[in-house]
């Protein structure tokens, strides 16, 4: 059985539309496959009516923007009610900030001399929750740099970069009560990428866990060997799952649906403490945005 709980659609900063992202996760040879946009499921309406005949599971969820002392991270929240009204609401809140501050990296980016507008980032996006790979795209067309992960550097947007802006983000500990409040499963994505910028302490997952958390993703193409086996014996201690996703977001990532997947029996564990949602296996209906 080969799973894969972390991948993004157009819905926030992939390049496949949801339904593309169902047959392609099939026809990667997926069993299961977690739509996790950031801050927001509007993509899920659209994956679950594209799942009859794929023999694919849909595990819905989300991925949110958290900051922890000054230090940027990312939540993972499976199978959570999308209707719950506090989650709902901090939901928008995370998505309707990211265009204010997409527009401002863009000014500042300009005043750097990158000649980025906010037009071609905004066409970039579409309908989706507009994100710093959009402007990285941006920033690879007009060949400011060669790809997307180069625009990832302190000289421009990664975080504290010149042309970085902060944008709202929620207390991890709030995000994990609230996922977990709204029926959901609470894991921390990729929690070791030091390529990203500062990661949080040892410590500071220790308090997340004792607040709640489910587990933390461990398999993941930002992990090096060395930070999967100290986050694998941390989650040992700390009596967390852990996961393996690819953190797909089509053609703006060198990496494949299913490059790094889940063990059964923590899916099933994650399956068996959800009950906001559940996995859908090949049909589905409408879903809050």
Do not use: Q
């Amino acid at each position: 059985m080969r799973i894969d709980l972390h991948t993004h659609s157009t819905a926030s900063d992939g390049t496949d539309t949801p339904a593309e992202l169902v047959r392609n996760a099939a026809a990667a040879g997926l069993d299961v496959v977690a739509l996790t946009d950031h801050d927001t499921t509007r993509g899920h309406a659209e994956a679950l009516a594209a799942l009859p005949g794929t023999g694919l599971t849909l595990v819905t969820g989300a991925e949110f923007s958290c900051a922890y002392e000054g230090i940027s991270l990312h939540l993972l929240g499976y199978l959570f009610d999308p209707a719950e009204p506090e989650l709902l609401r901090e939901r928008e809140l995370l998505r309707d900030d990211r265009v204010p501050r997409a527009r401002a990296m863009v000014d500042k980016l300009r005043e750097l001399g990158a000649p980025v507008t906010w037009e071609r980032v905004a066409a970039i996006a579409g309908d989706g929750s507009v994100g710093r790979p959009h402007i990285a795209t941006a920033m690879v067309e007009l060949g400011i740099v060669a790809s997307v992960s180069d625009a990832f550097t302190p000289e421009w947007i990664a975080d504290g970069g010149r042309a970085h802006v902060h944008k709202h983000e929620l207390d991890p500990f709030t995000a994990v009560r609230l996922i977990k409040a709204a029926g959901g499963v609470a894991v921390f994505a990729h929690p070791g990428a030091a390529k990203r910028g500062r990661t949080v302490p040892d410590s500071a997952i220790a308090e997340l866990a004792a607040a709640g958390l489910d587990g933390i993703e461990v398999d993941h193409m930002d992990h090096d060997g060395p930070t999967r086996e100290r986050l694998r014996a941390l989650a040992a201690d700390l009596g967390l799952l852990t996961t393996g996703s690819s953190d797909y977001h089509g053609g703006r990532k060198d990496v494949r649906l299913g490059e790094y997947t889940t063990d059964p029996e923590i899916y099933g564990e994650i399956t068996r403490r959800a009950t906001g949602a559940f996995p859908v296996p090949g049909a589905g209906g409408p879903l809050s945005a």
